[in-house]
């Protein structure tokens, strides 16, 4: 986003929070339920204030309405949308994680680096290698999606460098950028509502992060348990998360986002030749991987941990968390008896890119 447009943005979100802050003043001092029962108590006695406060807050509560007409307006006349969405063209939305807010990123993201690097260092004390899946932001792969919002200049090296500055210290990345690029128009990626990835961007990071475990042989030696396939059922629609961002009334009609569809599936797994499937559970003692992230691999209907198994021939052990990003399911993990006492051969370790320049307080390891 330009400084322009910004501060255009800025200008009109101002107006419009002091315009329905205003109208929604106005309908509850009107409102004759404001003034019921305040009116029974002395003016002069603590109680009126009390009294009409919660009236106050409780007619202010009933303009919801007007709130939502105010968002359908600020849609289809402004593109916008509450504060956390970005509102791009043919449909597509982004949440604002994706566009820094500080003058350098460099200043939030050197804590993850080192935050990264020592948790390695802690799995590597237990015998457990570590690889870095890191995605891609969506605003980064579908920049032309954007509308008037561009991908920062001052992020269009975070990813690159990233990977350079992790893997000259020797913590192994699966680089998704170049394949995310050369198959985001050969099929959708990411959700057009949603902040998280599709089944088909699972599918081709699982891919990419098997190619590289394979390369640098972190599970030389490790019989596969079995053969994942992967079974795929009927496409689902689905309301992404940034939807809640756009408070749009019927009236938006075909102007509003049209909802996503997910293909469903899950692996299952085909025991190898001459192995009960009961026999074969029961010898398993402790799962060579580990996956461990945010929601990205969290949330079973984007398919990540069922298209590892595919793509690894294993069975996985998922260890991620919802709504605490990647770096504190990490820390929970290594934290963990699970961890202490069966620790694995190797944990896959999903980081959405908008995270390293979030600014957030790291946890202890």
Known sequence: MTASSDQQTNRYSAFMGIALLGFAATLAVLNP???????????????????????????????????????????????????????????????????????????????????IRAAKAKAEAAGTQVIVALIPAKLRVYDDKAGRYGFMPKLAPVYTETVTNLQGRGVPVVDLLGPFVENRSKTQLFLRTDTHWTPQGA????????????????????????????KEGSPKEHRGDLLAFLPLLDVAGPKAPAPDFIRTGEAVERPPAGTD?????????????????????FDRRWQFEDQLKVALRTDILNAAQEGQGPFKPMADYLASAEFREKPPRLVIWEIPERYLWAAARMPRL
Not at 68 to 77: E, K, P
Not at 203 to 229: C, D, H, Q, T
Not at 287 to 293: C, D, E, I, T, Y
Request: hydrophobic share 45%; no cysteine; glycine share 12%.
């Open 203 to 230: 599918e081709i990071a699982a891919r990419e992060v098997a190619k590289s475990v394979m390369k640098a042989g972190l599970l030389a030696g490790e019989p596969a348990s079995g053969e994942f396939v992967l």
């Open 277 to 297: 499937a009961g026999d074969a559970l029961l010898g398993e003692d402790t799962l060579p991987v580990a996956l461990v992230g945010s929601s990205y691999s």
């Open 33 to 115: 339920s404001t003034w019921i029962g305040s009116l029974a108590v002395p003016f002069t006695d603590g109680q009126w204030a009390g009294l009409y406060g919660k009236n106050f807050d409780k007619t202010l509560a009933l303009t919801q309405p007007a709130k939502d007409a105010f968002g359908t307006l600020s849609y289809i006349g402004f593109r916008e949308g509450r504060p956390g969405v970005l509102v791009g063209s043919d449909g597509w939305l982004f949440t604002d994680e994706e566009m820094a807010r500080l003058d350098t990123p460099r200043v939030a993201f050197a804590d993850k680096i080192s935050f």
